[in-house]
């Protein structure tokens, strides 16, 4: 079961609180609501948020109801994308996760801050473990 930190961890997902769940985020990411808004496509929402990862945290592998585009403000991530494999993404970098593909990683040695985009089945949670 998981424990209510590591709920709350859990996303990069982005926004993964990146919303209606934190799975598979990373231990002590917060994530700030910038916007909610129903489309492109019914049944389906699009999530804007910030995302504030402590250095040197872990990211949980996760997946996400919906597609991924993040960017790095601050700071650098290490993201596995199953199929794709390990990538460094520095500030002024942006990546893309399909639906349903596990990712995690690792932030790099000082704190990131990223800009992340969700387009997600609503209703669903907005990550969940892998």
Known sequence: MLSRRGFVSCALCA???FSASDAGAATGLKRTILS???GPAAGYETIE???EIPADSLIARHTHFGVE???VLEGSVMLDVQGVGPKTYSAGDGFQVPTHVP???KCGDKPAVLVGVYVVEKGKPLATPA
């Open 15 to 17: 926004i993964a609180g």
């Open 49 to 51: 948020a910030r995302i």
């Open 69 to 71: 585009t993040s960017y």
């Open 36 to 38: 909610r808004v129903d």
């Open 103 to 105: 990712h995690g990683g």
